[in-house]
């Protein structure tokens, strides 16, 4: 450092004889002392950890240079390592509600819940129409010996014709309600053989027969389930020869011979 001070002052001396000389040496100066000062600091720099230095005064002959630029950033560290994991906070308050989901399958029926308590008896209804009830029936009694065979007997005892579906001038049944019917009669038979017949439509359905006994009182009975139409027309007759006065039919106070008929069901097309 000393021989580059010595040969500095020299060249100082040597340019101060020329004033142009001494002009640029004037502007040289203060980059030459910049530079000069660098070159001391790094000096001092790598001699510093070699040997210990004793403490240097500050040169009082030397002018501090200007401040230098700021360095560059430097290149970022690499990410340090991840922290404990910190205290479980508060629960947070709800949110608000999401939007209606899709509806589910149909689930598995349950188990029959216990049965439950009787509920509450409804308002009474309004009445109803009646169903209209189809009648149609008679009854009736011999009062004298029957006519002559093979012509309707005439029962003239009514015991039941409320309809008057029965005719005891003519002694048939005319039919008024279509449909099922039941037919009976008992017939007191009294000194000789009977044949009876019940006849439906001017023909023979029914025929019954029976045998007198000496000295006894009989009956001739049958029944029978007939279909009618309307205007069809049901009788009892005696048949047998015509000249004969007696046919065997009777019936006084003590034993009566009867005629009976009644609707069972009336057809569906009435209702």
Not at 50 to 55: M, N, T, V
Not at 86 to 112: F, I, L, R, S
Not at 133 to 143: D, E, M, P, Q
Request: glycine letters at 12%.
């Amino acid at each position: 450092m000393t021989i580059l001070s010595t040969a500095f002052l020299k060249g100082l001396q040597r340019t101060s004889q020329d004033s142009k000389a001494a002009e640029f040496t004037m502007k040289l100066v203060p980059n030459l002392l910049l530079c000069l000062l660098l070159l001391v600091k790094l000096y001092h720099t790598e001699t510093a950890d070699e040997e210990p230095q004793p403490p240097k005064e500050p040169c009082a002959n030397w002018m501090g240079g200007a401040p230098g630029y700021p360095g560059h950033n430097g290149v970022p560290g690499r990410d340090g390592k991840d922290g404990k994991d910190g205290q479980k906070g508060e629960n947070g308050e709800p949110g608000e509600p999401g939007p209606k989901g899709d509806t589910g399958e149909v689930g598995a029926p349950g188990t029959e819940g216990p049965r439950g308590f009787p509920g509450i008896p409804g308002m009474k209804g309004e009445k109803g129409e009646g169903a209209y009830v189809y009648r149609s029936a008679f009854s009736v009694g011999l009062t004298s010996r029957a006519p002559v065979p093979n012509i309707p007997i005439r029962f003239t005892k009514i015991f039941y014709n409320e309809q008057n579906h029965y005719d005891e001038t003519t002694g048939k049944f005319r039919c008024s309600i279509p449909g099922l019917y039941y037919f009976t009669y008992h017939l007191t038979v009294y000194l000789t053989d009977v044949k009876v017949s019940l006849y439906k439509k001017d023909k023979a359905v029914l025929f019954t027969y029976d045998q007198f006994q000496k000295n006894n009182v009989d009956q001739a009975s049958g029944s029978v389930l007939l279909h009618l139409s309307a205007g069809e027309e049901v009788w009892l007759q005696v048949y047998g020869e015509e000249e004969k006065e007696n046919n065997g039919v009777y019936a006084d106070n003590i034993n009566d011979s009867t005629f009976t008929g009644f609707l069972l069901y009336p057809d569906l097309d009435l209702h």
